[in-house]
């Protein structure tokens, strides 16, 4: 069972163009939601997170929008950059603190900023 | 990658094989896990651990033992390897401490294990 269905599974992208990719989830207690950034031949790394108690969160180029009532949050990447192609994973959780995360991921959308 | 390293990065085994992979840390970190990446799944939560000799299983732990006889040391063994463990595994660490930092996972650069 999927808990997090993430789209597009890949992304062509002009550069200084809008990039954004979209996350659906199920389970209702998950309140923490990180996009993870990914680049061949490494680790994922994380990029930003958000928390149901705000519907956006901004920092430099990229935005996660939140929407609780939908079970939606989104990734956008604006004026996208060649350097910004990689995959992309969202992922879920329940905050636990003092225990271990256990992030539920999505599928992962490869993107391409073409010049 | 974080103070995180895996080894070994590439292994082709063969299937019946037994087969462990070592992720090393040198952030004294708490938590360690394992995962493995796999296209069209994205990445699961094999198995995970909160201390020396505390572990516990994730989503897909069936086939995979772990070990953790350090805090810098966390082994993933696959006891008779099979076709379908072909995959990337990845070992992540977070912290304990402040508020959320347990949240914020830092991952290494990957094991590519192929089993034919």
């Known amino acids: 069972q999927q808990q997090v269905k993430q789209s597009p599974q890949s992304l062509i992208v002009q550069k200084g163009g809008i990039s954004i990719i979209n996350c659906a989830y199920e389970n209702t207690a998950f309140d923490y939601f990180p996009w993870y950034q990914q680049f061949p031949g490494k680790g994922p790394a994380l990029l930003i997170a958000i928390r149901p108690d705000v519907s956006e969160k901004k920092e430099g180029r990229f935005t996660i929008s939140f929407n609780k009532s939908a079970k939606q949050f989104s990734l956008h990447i604006m004026d996208s950059q060649p350097g910004d192609s990689a995959t992309y994973f969202c992922?879920?959780?329940?905050?636990?603190?003092?225990?271990?995360?256990?992030?539920?991921f999505g599928t992962g959308t490869r993107l391409q900023v073409t010049l | 990658d974080a103070g995180i390293t895996q080894s070994p990065r590439h292994k082709v085994t063969e299937t019946g094989t037994p087969v462990t992979l070592r992720c090393h840390q040198t952030e004294n970190h708490r938590y360690m896990y394992w995962y493995r990446q796999d296209p069209g799944h994205g990445l699961r939560l094999i198995h995970y651990?909160?201390?020396?000799?505390?572990?516990d299983k994730g989503e897909v732990s069936d086939g995979y033992s772990v070990s953790r006889s350090k805090t810098e040391d966390f082994l993933l063994t696959l006891e008779s390897a099979t076709s379908s463990q072909t995959s990337v595994y990845f070992c992540a660490i977070s912290d304990s401490g402040k508020p959320s930092t347990n949240e914020k996972l830092f991952f290494g650069s990957g094991t590519q294990l192929s089993v034919l």
């Open positions: 992922a879920a959780s329940i905050s636990r603190g003092g225990t271990a995360s256990k992030l539920t």
């Open positions: 651990s909160y201390g020396v000799k505390d572990t």
